[in-house]
Structure formats: structure tokens, C-alpha cells
């Protein structure tokens, strides 16, 4: 496995700015007291703007997925680390083949595929990307690949294609656990 290439992006602009855009955000049913107060619970102050509807934001996952593919080979496994989808949208097609794996909690089993293989292995965590006023994210884009070559440098691969979103490179402390660890098995005795 040859060691890890990181980079964190802040995507900083709506991709169809200066365009309307019909909303595609559902509000719960408040109906009663109890409702208003299940509501509450998910409320927060972030003063991450929200940039992406739902479709938008699978369209990210789908070009970055295409781009992917056309900068690292045919051969190359995505996961695609992400929060719970809309239930009212279809993936994109590229999604859903057999190479990519969406999920959470993901960076283990990229990693433990990483060590497996020898062809890339790219991990994308999009899972910090806001989709509406319940979001805790920070529009955060993470991205991890191994087994690729060491230039261009990842952040070469997608900043010409995340232009739109005017996405500049970030600090992200997650990144260590890439290059460093292994993954830890527990037992549970009973």
C-alpha cells in the first residue's frame, strides 16, 4: 500500500449562485405541542451557510465520482462517506455501480481495501456538507486516496473541477488517522 494522499476542502459558494433555485428542504409536521418539541431538539446555531440542496449535493458526489475515474483509472474503489439521503430522490447511476460503496463511517473499511489491493482507493467524506438549517456541518469536503501516483497532488485533482463552489484547501486534523493507524479489533468477553 503505498502511503496516503489528504486533502480537506471548504466549499465556500452555492454551485448555482446568482441562478434561482426552487427549495427542496421539507419541514416536519407541527401539529402538536410534542412535535414543536421533538423540533427543538434538532435546533442549532451554525453559522455555516447552507449551500446545497439534495440534488446538489448527489451531483457533487456523482462528477467527483466521474473525475475520479477519469484521473486515477477504471479500476479505482470510492467510498463515499455520507448522511442519511433524501427519500424523495434517485441516485445518479454512477452512484450506485459496483466500484463505489456509500455509507457511514467508512475511513476503516477504505483503508482496510487500501492494504487489500493494489489499484486506488479513494475515500470521500461529504458527510460535513450542510443540506439544511438541521445540519451541523461546516461544508467540509475530506478526501484520502491510496495506491495513486504522488503528483499531481490531490488537491490538483479536484480544485479545477470544485471551481464553482469556491472551494480553497483547509486544515483537518482527521487526516493522521490515515497514514498511522491500523484498524483496532475489540472483543467483547460476556
Known amino acids: 500500500m503505498k502511503s496516503a494522499q489528504t486533502c480537506s476542502l471548504l466549499l465556500q459558494r452555492n454551485p ?3 441562478q434561482a433555485i426552487p427549495c427542496s428542504a ?3 409536521p407541527l401539529f402538536e405541542s410534542q412535535d414543536y418539541a421533538r423540533r427543538s431538539v434538532y435546533a442549532h446555531d451554525n453559522p455555516a451557510p447552507v449551500l446545497v440542496n439534495n440534488q446538489q449535493y448527489y451531483t457533487l458526489l456523482s462528477t467527483l465520482a466521474r473525475h475520479i475515474w477519469q484521473s486515477c483509472g ?3 474503489r470510492l467510498f463515499a462517506q455520507v448522511r442519511m439521503p433524501s427519500i424523495d430522490l434517485a441516485l445518479p447511476a ?3 455501480d459496483p466500484r463505489v460503496t456509500m455509507g457511514a463511517h467508512l475511513w476503516r473499511e477504505a483503508l482496510f481495501w487500501a492494504r487489500q489491493i493494489q489499484t486506488p482507493v ?3 467524506s461529504a458527510e460535513h456538507i450542510r443540506r439544511d438549517l438541521w445540519d451541523g456541518g461546516d461544508n467540509r469536503l475530506q478526501i484520502a486516496s491510496w495506491n495513486t ?5 490531490i488537491t490538483e485533482w479536484f480544485l479545477p473541477d470544485l471551481d464553482y463552489f469556491a472551494a480553497q484547501v483547509c486544515t483537518s486534523p482527521v487526516h493522521e488517522q490515515f497514514t498511522t493507524s491500523q484498524p483496532k479489533c475489540t472483543q467483547v468477553q460476556g
Open 26 to 28: 421539507r419541514n416536519l
Open 16 to 18: 448555482d449562485h446568482n
Open 149 to 153: 501516483a504522488e503528483t499531481p497532488a
Open 94 to 96: 454512477n452512484l450506485l
Open 122 to 124: 479513494v475515500w470521500i
Open 74 to 76: 477504471e479500476q479505482t
